[in-house]
C-alpha cells in the first residue's frame, strides 16, 4: 500500500512534516532535483506507472501531464482539485487531514515535470479545518526551503497558494473552479479551448484530483513499472475507496485496483445486521447504480466497473441493503442535481426539475402510467447535450435505478405506495 490516506495508521498525530519526512517524505523531490532527472523522464514514469486521475474521469496523469506546451514562454499554472462534494465521497479530505504534505510534494513534482511556476488547492469550503491544516502545513513546507523561488538550491522555484471553495458541487468541475479561482461565478467553461492550452487567467493549466497528486512522491520513489503492478494492466496502483451505507465499518479503505468488491465489502465489515446486499453505486451518486448481484461478481477498477455497466468514478462506494426503497433512493439524489444545476445549460437547468418532481411524484404515490417512459426520454434529451457533465450525472442515475429496479417504480405507480416498505 502507498500510504496515501494515514488516518488508520497515524491517526490525527502524524501530519506535521517532520512526521511526513520520517516515511520518505520529499525523497522524490530531493532526488530529483540533485540527480537533475529531466521533466520529460518524471512524466514518462508517470505514463509508465499507470496512474489514471482519481477525481473521477480516470484520464491517464502522465498523458494529462503532456499537453502541457513546453516551449511557452509565459505563465503556466497548476491547480489541485479538492473540491469534494460527490454525495458518497469523503477519501480527499482525510488525505488533507493526515497527510498533506504528499499532496504538495506530488503538486511540487507535476510543476517541474510541467514547468509550472504557480499553483493553488481549490479546497470545498465546507471542510474548513482541512483547509486550515493545509495552509500551516505550506508553512512549514516554505520555513523548509521546499516552496518558494529557489526550492532546496536548485534554481527551482514554485509558489503554492490554497483556494477555499463556497460548497457548491459544480466547482468540482474543472473550469467552473477556475472561474471560481478568479473570483467569477463558479460556471463550466465552453470547450475546446480545453485548460491545457487556455486555463487559469487565460494561461495553459493543467489540473488533477487531491488523490492523484497524492500517489506521485510514491510513483517516483519506487518506479512506474512498481506502482503499476501494484494493480492490473490499464488501472495501475492502488485507490482510496470511500465506502458507505449498509456496512459495519464505513470509511476509506486503499486497495489495490482489480481488488474483488467481495473483498472490499469484507473490509469494510460486511452487510450490517446481516442484511441482504441489495444495490450498489460503485463510484459517486452520479454514476449508474448495480445490483447486488452483479457487484458481488465485480473486480473495483476501471474497466471492471464499466463492463459491468458503471462506472469507478470518485471511488465512493455506496452500499444499499434490502430494507431500501429505490424509488425514495433515486428521489434524494435527483433532488441533489436539481438544487446544484448552475443554471447555465437549458437540458439541465429545466430538465433535472422535470426528473425530481416526476420521482418525487411517483414516490409520493401519485405515479402515473406514462412517468417511467417520461423519466427515461427526459434523460436522453439532458444526457450529453449540456457544457458540463453535471447533466449526465442527473441522467445516469435515473436510468440506471429504473433499468435494474423497474418493478419497484412500476409497484410505486400501480399499488401507490412502497413494495419494500423501508427506507433509504
Request: with cysteine.
Amino acid at each position: 500500500m502507498t500510504g496515501i490516506v494515514l488516518a488508520g495508521l497515524d491517526g490525527d498525530r502524524a501530519w506535521r512534516l517532520a512526521d511526513y519526512r520520517r516515511r520518505e517524505g520529499y525523497k522524490a523531490l530531493t532526488q530529483i532535483l540533485s540527480e537533475k532527472i529531466t521533466p520529460d523522464q518524471v512524466i514518462a514514469e508517470l505514463k509508465l506507472s499507470g496512474l489514471r486521475g482519481r477525481g473521477g474521469a480516470g484520464f491517464p496523469t502522465g498523458l494529462k501531464w503532456s499537453f502541457m506546451p513546453k516551449d511557452y514562454s509565459g505563465d503556466k499554472y497548476l491547480v489541485c482539485n479538492s473540491d469534494e462534494g460527490e454525495p458518497g465521497t469523503f477519501k480527499d479530505r482525510d488525505i488533507l487531514r493526515y497527510n498533506p504534505h504528499a499532496v504538495i510534494e506530488g503538486m511540487i513534482i507535476a510543476a517541474y515535470a510541467m514547468g509550472a511556476r504557480v499553483g493553488y488547492n481549490y479546497i470545498h469550503g465546507e471542510i474548513w479545518s482541512a483547509y486550515e491544516r493545509f495552509e500551516e502545513a505550506l508553512e512549514e513546507a516554505r520555513a523548509a526551503g521546499l516552496l518558494g523561488d529557489d526550492i532546496l538550491g536548485s534554481g527551482f522555484g514554485f509558489q503554492l497558494h490554497a483556494h477555499h471553495g463556497y460548497g457548491a458541487y459544480i466547482c468540482g468541475e474543472e473550469t467552473a473552479l477556475l472561474e471560481s479561482i478568479e473570483g467569477k461565478k463558479g460556471q463550466p467553461r465552453f470547450k475546446p479551448p480545453f485548460p491545457a492550452s487556455y486555463g487559469l487567467f487565460g494561461k495553459p493549466t493543467t489540473i488533477n484530483n487531491t488523490e492523484t497528486f497524492a500517489s506521485v512522491p510514491y510513483i517516483i520513489r519506487h518506479g512506474g513499472q512498481h506502482f503499476l503492478e501494484l494493480g492490473k494492466p490499464n488501472n495501475g496502483g492502488t485507490k482510496v475507496f470511500s465506502v458507505s451505507g449498509h456496512v459495519s465499518r464505513p470509511g476509506n479503505y486503499e486497495i489495490p485496483l482489480g481488488t474483488p468488491f467481495k473483498k472490499l465489502l469484507e473490509m469494510a465489515g460486511g452487510m450490517r445486521d446481516g442484511r441482504k446486499l441489495k444495490a450498489c453505486i460503485p463510484g459517486g451518486s452520479s454514476m449508474p447504480v448495480l445490483p447486488g448481484e452483479v457487484m458481488m461478481e465485480t473486480d473495483m477498477d476501471y474497466d471492471s466497473l464499466a463492463k459491468a455497466g458503471s462506472a469507478l468514478g470518485s471511488g465512493a462506494v455506496i452500499i444499499m441493503n434490502d430494507t431500501v426503497c429505490m424509488v425514495r433512493a433515486l428521489r434524494r439524489l435527483s433532488y441533489f442535481y436539481y438544487e446544484e444545476s448552475c443554471g447555465q445549460c437549458t437540458p439541465c437547468r429545466e430538465g433535472t426539475g422535470w426528473l425530481y418532481r416526476v420521482v418525487h411524484r411517483i414516490e409520493s404515490g401519485q405515479g402515473r402510467p406514462e412517468d417511467l417512459d417520461l423519466l427515461l426520454s427526459v434523460s436522453d434529451n439532458i444526457q450529453g447535450r449540456t457544457i458540463c457533465a453535471l447533466g449526465d450525472a442527473a441522467a445516469l442515475p435515473v436510468k440506471s435505478f429504473i433499468k435494474h429496479f423497474r418493478d419497484e417504480f412500476q409497484y410505486h405507480i400501480d399499488h401507490r405506495k412502497c413494495l419494500v416498505g423501508g427506507g433509504a
